[in-house]
């Protein structure tokens, strides 16, 4: 009787390593918690790219009201060329691939400058300037 304890004793001692269902819960578990990072990541970094949209529209604003204040019209067009002196840096580029953009009416009267959001539904107008409470543009009107 004592060998067969002695011999279950020496059996257990040499249990090295994991059994498979541990490892693949393990990975398992991984797997979740990198797919919610992952998630949270991609949201981040969309919010950071609105943010600096809605900062070089707010540039390009700032360069346009700069103009009128010296001229007493608005540029006749939102280009590095026309607010080269307002916009030391050059014109605003888009953190991704969506578009910043200014347009110039009523003759240098009224601009609007606009940035596309990745995150289509946090915006202050539509594609055209037109105002829309959660719209897929962020825009800046005139202040003048």
């Known amino acids: ?15 090295l390593g994991f059994t498979m269902v541990e490892l693949l819960l393990v990975i398992t578990i991984i797997g979740i ?8 990541l991609a949201r981040t970094q969309k ?7 809605r900062t070089h529209v707010k540039a390009l604003q700032d360069a346009m009201e700069q103009f009128y204040a010296n001229y007493g019209i608005y540029s006749n067009g ?16 888009d953190p991704g691939n969506q578009t910043i953009s200014c347009t110039v009416t009523g003759g240098g009267a009224d601009y609007c400058a606009l940035a596309t959001l990745e995150n ?22 005139n202040l003048q």
């Open 47 to 53: 919010a950071a790219r609105d943010t600096t949209r």
């Open 120 to 141: 289509n539904t946090e915006g202050n107008c539509d594609a055209n300037c037109n105002a829309q409470a959660g719209g897929p543009a962020f825009c800046l009107k």
């Open 78 to 93: 939102c280009t590095s060329t026309n607010l080269a002196t307002y916009l030391p840096g050059g014109m605003p580029a």
């Open 1 to 15: 009787m004592m060998k067969s304890m002695n011999r279950f004793a020496s059996h257990s001692a040499f249990r």
């Open 33 to 40: 918690i990198s797919a919610l990072a992952a998630t949270n």
